[in-house]
């Protein structure tokens, strides 16, 4: 293996060990009855860093401009991408468990086939279907399973619903973003896609986040905060587009399969999660009907 692919990997794992430890971080800073923030207050901070940062990027790195005709479509995947994804996932991991979330984000390269039979007329095959069966399965095995005595988890079956609509969110913004990422640079991208989703936002969070109480918050929590704004917002999108630059799509991907590993070591070592026997099953549904539907595209894929 050589330094470049190397490094690749290692900035591909980075990225997976970033996101599964944000089930675990972001979690404490929305917990509780009077929580030092409010989930929509969170993601109006989110995204204001994110935006702020990107664009920056993009004025000292890129300076591209898009054409007019792009701006609707842009328009609308940062209001799926960014604003109902990021609204529903903090909101959802306010209400359930690490190891719920991370698992049920593992749906979302299902739920991409289904929009892609529905955009681009994708053809269904015997294993795509039975994978999508597997992976629909699990999850809601997961949604359904109430996990009560875990601390900081109020209702688990609600908060698994609003993570299984951010992956369906999440989902419809990689049909919608692809073409522009393949017209544009990611930064070009990414800046229109973060301000349209601010906007968004914006009537939303805007109160929560100036509700926050600075001079009272621990330490502990505003390293929290720091993490998600500057390590999950930011870092990742940078580490990815530096590893898309050696490796192909489907392997960078690929790593999205550590997440619900890595997010169960980090839960149950902090005590905010625990695993159970209805747990492992779903995950391995989910696993297994992920796996179908990859494995059948790669196969498809290879063969043009």
């Known amino acids: 293996m050589n330094k470049k692919l190397l490094l690749a990997h290692i900035a591909m794992f980075l990225v997976a060990l970033i996101y599964a430890a944000n089930y675990t971080i972001a979690k404490p800073v929305m917990a509780g009855e009077t929580p030092y923030v409010k989930p929509i207050g969170f993601i109006m901070m989110r995204v204001l860093a994110a935006t702020f940062l990107i664009w920056v990027s993009h004025f000292v790195f890129v300076r591209e401009k898009v054409e007019t005709q792009d701006l609707p479509r842009l328009a609308l995947c940062g209001v799926f991408g960014v604003a109902g994804n990021q609204m529903c996932f903090f909101y959802g991991l306010n209400l359930t468990t690490p190891i719920n979330g991370a698992l049920i984000m593992l749906t979302t390269p299902i739920l991409v086939l289904i929009l892609s039979m529905i955009v681009f007329s994708e053809k269904l095959t015997g294993k795509k279907g039975a994978g999508i069966i597997l992976g629909l399965v699990g999850a809601m095995i997961l949604i359904l399973t109430n996990s009560s005595d875990i601390p900081n988890a109020p209702n688990p079956t609600l908060g698994n619903i609003f993570v299984a609509i951010n992956a369906a969110f999440y989902a419809c913004y990689l049909v919608l973003v692809k073409p522009m990422m393949d017209k544009y640079s990611p930064f070009t991208t990414l800046k229109w896609v973060f301000l349209f989703g601010t906007i968004c936002v914006l009537p939303f969070g805007w109160e929560q986040m100036m509700e926050v109480k600075w001079n009272v918050m621990p330490l502990k929590i505003m390293w929290s905060i720091a993490f998600v704004l500057v390590f999950v917002t930011f870092l990742t999108y940078v580490l990815n587009g530096a590893a898309l630059g050696v490796v192909k799509a489907s392997v960078s991907s690929a790593y999205i399969y550590l997440q619900p590993l890595l997010a169960s070591v980090i839960a149950v070592g902090a005590g905010q999660d625990r ?30």
Not at 292 to 298: E, G, H, I, K, Y
């Open 275 to 304: 695993l159970t026997t209805t747990m492992i099953f779903a995950g391995l549904l989910i696993f297994v009907g992920v796996y179908m539907v990859s494995l059948r595209a790669q196969k498809s894929s290879d063969k043009k």
